[in-house]
């Protein structure tokens, strides 16, 4: 690739993909709204807020590829998830259409099924049942995806991230835990592969204890090779393991699902 373009690079993963990910194009294009230091050699860095459309296209030109973290990564007053989650989605889909149609990685989220039981199993086919306004804006950035894919030929990679950090940080993300090293096994699978489509991937490890079914996306050739369950005695020393009524225990998408909707 020529230049890849990853959004939300001042993030926590947009950090990981900007340290990891230069050796898949030319030129990385570092996009945020929040500092985003020097720029190395093969860097470009381009500050733009999603919600806005102008600053968006020009974001997306001469991309050959998109890696989109940017956004509200969690529960939030409306319209700053209006601006960047829905606006901002919408604004690169439209970007990514008028300009070659660049392959999307779309970095959805487990909230997007979140209340869904625990003990449900699921897989690409499964009802989403967003856990709240964040997971709901999750499952119209999938939607943009399934349209642009119908309409216009642009694939996008949809990834139902789990909990995608150092280590699962509570009992529930032995479950949902998805290493860093496994992200980016991932991004670069899903560039490497000559024909994506628009599939529906849960972005976990190996994790002995699973809810999710990724046969349908085996041609991806992606094989998460780490397990949260390595981190069990350490979670179990540092917590409690909630009671069995405890949201955290009860729904996929933990205490989400009994959040209140946050009033700016
Ligand atoms: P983060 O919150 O650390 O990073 C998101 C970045 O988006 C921030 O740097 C922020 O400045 C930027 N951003 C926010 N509003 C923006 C706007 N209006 N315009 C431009 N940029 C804006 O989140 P993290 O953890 O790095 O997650 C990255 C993506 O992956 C997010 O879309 C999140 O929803 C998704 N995800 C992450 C999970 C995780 O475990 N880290 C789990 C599930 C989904
Ligand atoms: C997410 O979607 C969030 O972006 C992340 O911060 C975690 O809360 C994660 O889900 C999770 O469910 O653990």
Redesign the pocket.
């Given at each position: 690739m020529k230049r890849l373009l990853i959004t939300g690079a001042a993030g926590?993963l947009g950090k990981i993909a900007r340290e990891r990910l230069s050796h898949m194009a030319d030129i990385l294009r570092l996009s945020d709204i929040e500092d985003l230091g020097d720029a190395a050699p093969n860097e470009e860095i381009v500050y733009c807020d999603l919600g806005d459309k102008a600053a968006v296209e020009a974001m997306v030109k001469d991309c050959d590829g998109i890696v989109h973290l940017g956004g509200i990564?969690?529960e939030r007053p409306w319209d700053l998830i209006m601006n960047a989650n829905i606006n901002g989605v919408f604004n690169l889909y439209e970007a990514a259409r008028k300009n070659g149609n660049p392959r999307i990685i779309f970095a959805s989220?487990?909230?997007a099924i979140?209340f869904h039981k625990q003990s449900d199993r699921l897989d690409a086919s499964s009802l989403t049942r967003p856990d709240g306004l964040?997971g709901v804006s999750?499952c119209f950035g999938e939607s943009m995806a399934s349209m642009y894919h119908d309409k216009f030929g642009v694939e996008t990679a949809c990834v139902r991230?789990?909990?995608?950090?150092p280590e699962p940080?509570n009992h529930?993300?032995l479950a949902?835990w998805l290493s860093y090293d496994d992200f980016v096994r991932l991004i670069e699978r899903v560039f490497a592969i000559s024909r994506l489509g628009c599939p529906i991937i849960y972005g976990a490890s190996d994790n002995t204890i699973s809810w999710w079914d990724n046969g349908s996306v085996s041609y991806l050739g992606w094989r998460p090779q780490d397990n949260g369950e390595v981190f069990r005695a350490k979670v179990d020393a540092a917590m409690e393991q909630p009671g069995a009524d405890a949201p955290d225990v009860v729904y996929q998408?933990?205490f989400?699902a009994v959040d209140g909707i946050h009033e700016s």
């Open positions: 926590g990564s969690v989220s487990n909230h979140g964040y999750k991230i789990g909990s995608c950090f940080r529930r993300m949902t998408g933990g989400f």
